[in-house]
Structure formats: C-alpha cells, structure tokens
C-alpha cells in the first residue's frame, strides 16, 4: 500500500491550492485534482506492491494442453523457469526472449535443485536473447547433445566454461554477439558441426589459434570486438564462406587468407590495414571485399585477378591510384572509392557490363571525368 506519507502530503497541497477561493472556482478546481491524485495513487499503489516473479506457469500448462512443439515466451518478465518444463518432452523449441532470465532462473523454487531437462530429448533449438545471462547455464548440459541452435545474443555473459562446449556437438548455429565477452574458449574447437558462429560486440581482444580447426564452420561474425591480430591457423577452415572482423583493431592480414578457396564474402572494414597482400588475389570465389576505412594507400593490380568480385568497398582510405586491372573484374556490380581525398581519377570501367553503382563522393572524381559507355551513363548510380 502507499505510505501514509505520501497520502498526506498530497492532502495537505490539495488544501492549501484551494484556500482562499470563491465557491464556483473550489468546485472547479477540486474536480481535477481530485482526479489526478486518485490516479497517482493507484499507480504508486501498483509500484509499491508486492508482485510475485513470473515464472510462465499459464504458458506452459497452455502449451501442455495443445502439445505445441514451440514454447514461446516473449516480453513477459519472466524470471523463473517452472518445474513444468521438466514433463515436456513433445518440446522441439524453446523461445523466452525479452525477459529477466538468469542462471538462478533454472533452479527449482521449492527444493534450490537445478531442473532436470534430461527428458526434453526432442528439444533442439533455444532463443534465450536479450535477457541477464552471465554465462552459459549449466542446466542446459543435460540437453545439449540434442541441441542446433543456441542463441544467446544481448545479455550479460563474461565468461563461458571451458567444459561446457565439449557437451554441445551437435551445434550448428550458436550466437553470442552483443555480450560481454573477453575472450573465446579454446575448446570451441570442439564445435565440429557448428556451421554459423557470431561473437560479434563483444570485448575480445584475440582469435584463439585452435579456430582453424573448425573446418565445418560457413559464417564467422567477429566485428565491433578489440581483435589485433588474425592467427595463420585460419586458412584451415575450409570451409567458411564469410568473414566478418569489422570495427577492430587489426593491422594486418596474414598471406594464408588466400588458401580460403570456399571464401565469398570478405569484411574487415574500420580496422588499421595499411598494405592489401597479394594472396587475396588468388581467392577466387570472392565476391564481396570492403576495406572501407582503414589506412590503405595502394591497390595493387592483383586486385583484378579476383574475377568474380561483384561488390569492392575501398572508401575512406588514403588511395591515389586504382589500377587498369580492375576493369578485369568484368562482374563487378558496385565500385566504392568514397572519401579517398587525393584519388583524382579512375581506370576506364567500360568493360564492366555488370557495373550498377559507384560511389566517388569526397574524392576529386567528377562525375564527367568518369570513363563509361553511353550504355552505362544510362544505368549506373553514380553517387558524387
């Protein structure tokens, strides 16, 4: 209930507003504020109650009734997890995301043991995002055999287990972005099946070596992260087909980035690269490259042995020249050279037939000095 405090202060402003004026102006005036102060007291009433912690009780009886594959607890504040969890074992997938879930969440009120999900054998996707983890809980072991698709993205982990990856093998999709994270577990190597892996907007300042043995893995997401050095080891997964290490700290890329043949997308944008290595040429199932904003100076004319590049990002470097070589890459669809304050020029691009955008704004690039056909003038965006 509201302090009787609070009550009586707001009486005693009630009393002093009204003193001292006419009877026609009173009844005017108590008719509002009376109104505000029975509202304002119902709300603190509501603030100040004691509310139990929801624990999706109704939820979950709901989904036992119906036998539904999907359990789907969304925005509710959820806090507890309900030891009827435990019985369902028709469970395919598990969504409790935008709540207040933690570790304890998974503790049985009553008894203080951890719930035993072992009977969930058909339980093989969790979303648990955007909630208060702080690690990996460890109730999920007993079901982590079954499970390819772990999300945990937006909540507050720091630190993961060594151990707890060696439970997990039949992972396929595991998201831990938007955490707190410093680094990433050695055994992580253990995740043989995992196929899509994204710690990005962490606080991760280096790549374990032992990555390069994850020979499954097709999508590799570690932007927005304090990363300074990519390890050799890479070049072993095979593999991967997209890297993301945007919004870092690297200087370098290592020359065993071109024994990634499986490789099509390529994004290491606000970094600090300063020479692009020769062995990027021989990547040749690469189709999107962005070194956008890093400390650049040279393009070199391997750039055209990359055949199918389609999309090339170089914006918001220190370029002065883009080699004739470029006009080799005949599908390429966008050209970004943005922001690269004494590049003057471009090679004649009429031999790009694909050639869809370009983007000279912030250079020395005229839109008349650009090198194109008639038929091209008439179906490329040029941004200047």
Not at 17 to 28: D, E, P
Not at 231 to 254: C, F, H, V, W
Not at 363 to 371: A, E, K, R, V
């Amino acid at each position: 209930m509201v302090p009787t405090g609070i009550k009586a202060v707001a009486l005693a402003l009630i009393v002093y507003t009204i003193k001292g004026l006419s009877w026609a102006n009173m009844v005017l005036v108590l008719v509002l504020p009376s109104l505000f102060v029975y509202l304002l007291f119902k709300y603190l009433e509501y603030v100040f109650r004691d509310r139990p912690l929801y624990d999706g009780t109704h939820d979950i009886t709901s989904n036992l009734r119906y036998n539904k594959p999907t359990l789907r607890i969304r925005g509710k504040q959820l806090a507890l997890i309900s030891p009827l969890i435990e019985t369902m074992d028709h469970l395919r997938t598990i969504v409790f995301t935008d709540n207040i879930l933690s570790s304890n969440s998974f503790n049985n009120q009553k008894t203080g043991e951890v719930l035993d999900l072992s009977q969930l054998q058909n339980l093989a996707n969790i979303d648990m995002s955007h909630n208060v983890f702080v690690d990996i809980p460890v109730s999920l072991i007993s079901v982590a055999p079954n499970i390819t698709r772990l999300i945990l993205h937006t909540n507050q982990i720091r630190y993961i287990d060594e151990q707890i990856f060696l439970h997990f093998y039949n992972l396929n999709t595991l998201s831990l972005k938007n955490n707190r994270l410093t680094k990433i577990p050695t055994s992580i190597n253990m995740l043989q099946n995992l196929r899509v892996l994204d710690i990005s907007n962490n606080m991760i300042s280096s790549i374990p070596s032992l990555i390069g043995k994850m020979n499954s893995l097709y999508q590799l997401n570690l932007s927005k992260n304090y990363i300074t050095h990519i390890p050799e080891s890479i070049s072993g997964m095979q593999n991967l087909a997209r890297l993301y290490l945007d919004r870092n700290k690297i200087q370098t890329i290592p020359c065993q980035m071109g024994l990634l043949d499986s490789i099509s997308s390529f994004t290491i944008s606000h970094n600090k690269i300063e020479v692009i290595p020769e062995q990027l040429g021989e990547l040749v199932n690469l189709r999107t490259l962005d070194l956008s904003f890093n400390k650049i100076v040279e393009v070199p004319p391997f750039i055209g042995n990359i055949r199918s590049l389609s999309t090339l990002k170089l914006g918001g470097n220190m370029i002065t020249f883009i080699p004739e070589s470029i006009a080799d890459c005949s599908d390429i669809k966008e050209l970004h050279v943005q922001y690269n304050l004494l590049l003057v020029a471009l090679p004649s691009l009429k031999q790009c037939k694909h050639l869809k955008r370009i983007n000279i704004k912030g250079t020395g690039i005229s839109y008349g000095g650009l090198l194109l056909s008639d038929f091209q003038r008439g179906r490329i965006h040029v941004e200047y």
